[in-house]
Structure formats: structure tokens, C-alpha cells
């Protein structure tokens, strides 16, 4: 097993970290570690927004729901869906994009680039003994977000990255065993086999909660997905997205 793959299964979000920006190069880094990503036909459609404004970070850390970590890193990145500058391509080209950057395709184009270029960043500052945690918090309230650092339309801020140097030293979470996962050649969706892997896999997440709490906290995976998905949350998703001009079609 080779370094870059001991990294990446090593890894933990950190929640905590010490009072140490990054420098200059280590963001830079980073950055550039995120340009690397795959990204369809070129189309390079994200944006990376640096946040070091303190009062800045002190609205985003409200708006995510007062995590602290949110204002308190060594850099926050807000990754962004971005078709702007592919609609200024078209005026300055004198083409017709508007039906293209409105399709759902080129919103999950979108998307999908926003997500690898993160995880190479992700990856990148794990391999620098920097701690990370992705931040889904923003989007309790994207139009806050895009008023705080001045987002246009055909731009969708995503989710935050806080990255620094840690503070803590977590537990790695169990994740789903590869034959959960992984299908070959076809999806086995037959829900008695699931239902029995669902059940094994409970079993390991419940015993992980019960020795990191010192059984304290009793719960199953299965548990939370319930809780999560049986409430309705950031509904207003949908009319957001369709205000920045993404409509989906």
C-alpha cells in the first residue's frame, strides 16, 4: 500500500484546529491540487472562494448552523457550481449557450466538477498533515451566502471546506463493507440480501458508538438515515437553484 492510499483511508474530519492559517504556498497548493481533478470536456465549471474575511467567516458559521469550526480554521473554501464566465464565453463568442447552461446535464456537470476538484484538495491537505471537514451547513441558507461574498447568477455555492492545521485526533467511522458497495455487472437490489446487510452493518456502527461513548450513546445507521430523511430540510432547493438560472430543463 503506498502513501497516497494510506491517506486517503485514513481519513477523519477534524472539528477542531489550532490557531494556524495556512500560508500562502500551502493554499496555493491546494488550489492547484483541485485544478487537477477530472473535469468533463474541460468544461471547468467551479469556482473556488477563499474565505479570510473575519466578519465573513462569522456570518458563514451562523448561517451553517454556529459551527465554530466554520469561523475558526487555518482557511475556509466555499466551492462553487459556476457557469458565469461560460455565459460571458457566449457573449463574447456571439453564441447561443443559454439552452445549454440551463440543461439539468450541464447542472450536474457542474456539480460533479465542483465535487472532484474538492476531493483532490481534500486529499492534498491531508497528504500535508492538515485536517479537513466539508461543510454542508452553508446551504441552510444559500441566498445569505451568495449575499455575503457577492455570488451571481449561473453560480451555486455548494458546501465549505475548513482546512488546518488539527486540534483532535478522532476515531475513524466504519464504513458500509465493500460487498455493501460494490456490484458487479449488475445492481443486486433484492431486500432481503439488503435488509441483511443493513442489519450487519448496524450492528458494527452500534458497537462503534457504544466504545467511543462509553455507552453512552446507542445508535444504528440505519437509525439515523431514518431520522434524517423522515424530516423535510432545505426544501427551498429548487426555486434557489432556478433563481441562479439553473432551470433544469
Not at 504556498?25 to 492547484?32: F, G, H, K, S, Y
Not at 476538484?117 to 481534500?122: D, E, Y
Not at 446551504?139 to 451571481?152: H, K, Q, T, Y
Not at 462509553?214 to 432547493?237: H, I, P
Request: proline share 2%.
Amino acid at each position: 500500500m503506498n502513501t497516497t492510499i494510506e491517506t486517503i483511508l485514513s481519513h477523519k474530519s477534524v472539528r477542531k484546529f489550532k490557531d494556524e492559517k495556512l500560508t500562502r504556498e500551502q493554499v496555493e497548493t491546494l488550489i492547484r491540487s483541485a485544478q487537477a481533478a477530472s473535469t468533463s470536456s474541460m468544461i471547468q465549471a467551479y469556482t473556488i472562494i477563499g474565505v479570510t474575511d473575519p466578519g465573513k467567516k462569522a456570518e458563514l458559521a451562523a448561517i451553517a448552523g454556529n459551527q465554530s469550526y466554520v469561523e475558526k480554521n487555518g482557511h475556509f473554501f466555499v466551492f462553487c457550481a459556476d457557469l458565469y464566465r461560460h455565459e460571458v464565453i457566449g457573449e463574447k463568442e456571439e453564441a447561443n449557450v443559454a439552452h445549454s447552461l440551463e440543461s439539468t446535464e450541464k447542472f450536474m456537470v457542474a456539480l460533479i466538477d465542483a465535487a472532484l476538484a474538492a476531493q483532490n484538495a481534500s486529499v492534498a491537505a491531508e497528504s500535508m498533515g492538515l485536517g479537513i471537514c466539508y461543510i454542508g451547513g452553508i446551504r441552510n441558507d444559500l441566498g445569505a451566502v451568495s449575499e455575503v461574498l457577492d455570488i451571481p447568477e449561473r453560480v451555486i455555492p455548494l458546501f465549505g471546506l475548513a482546512v488546518g492545521v488539527p486540534d483532535e485526533d478522532n476515531d475513524l467511522k466504519p464504513r458500509r463493507p465493500l460487498s455493501h458497495v460494490y456490484h458487479e455487472n449488475t445492481y443486486r437490489s433484492d431486500k432481503e440480501t439488503v435488509a441483511k446487510e443493513l442489519e450487519e452493518y448496524d450492528e458494527t456502527v452500534a458497537s462503534y458508538y457504544h466504545e467511543r461513548t462509553n455507552g453512552q450513546r446507542v445508535d444504528t445507521w440505519s437509525a439515523q438515515m431514518a431520522r434524517m430523511l423522515s424530516g423535510k430540510k432545505r426544501m427551498y432547493m429548487k426555486e434557489f437553484v432556478e433563481k441562479k438560472k439553473f432551470d433544469l430543463k
